[in-house]
């Protein structure tokens, strides 16, 4: 039995029965890593020749292989136990760039910062105006035992 995927939704490890066939389609580069088991996996490449080289990919436990966008991607089980694989969009895979770490990052922080402490003093500044009938010396109104001062 075949099922076929967008590859959008397909992050993630994956377990496919012995049998069964997985049709995938990725909208973004992405690495497959077989994680258990052995599979038999075809890329819709022209055929060039025998094996790896004709689309076949046979790949066993902790080998992976990188796909372009927009392939067509068939993967199946070839034993009789089941398959387990991962797939990562490259995006995961690709290291921070030195600015992102070294500019970009600080920069998120402070921002981050600046709204926390802007809420912060927002808070404080409405705690403080809830309080301020308290604050103001007694004016106007008769104060409670519990606020007078004993002489």
Sequence with gaps: MQQSFSAAGLAGCWKLAPG???GVRPRTEGVLLITQGEAWVTLNERPRGHGNESGDHFLQA?????????RHLVI???????????WTPAA?????SRWDEAVRQPLRDLHRA????GSALLRLLLGLAGYSEYLVAGRGRTLSPHEVNPP
């Design 20 to 22: 069964r066939v997985l």
């Design 62 to 70: 902790g080998q992976q292989l990188s796909v372009r966008a927009g």
């Design 76 to 86: 199946e089980s070839m034993d009789r136990a089941p398959l387990q694989f991962e």
């Design 92 to 96: 995961r895979w690709m290291p921070r």
């Design 114 to 117: 600046g709204w926390l402490a």
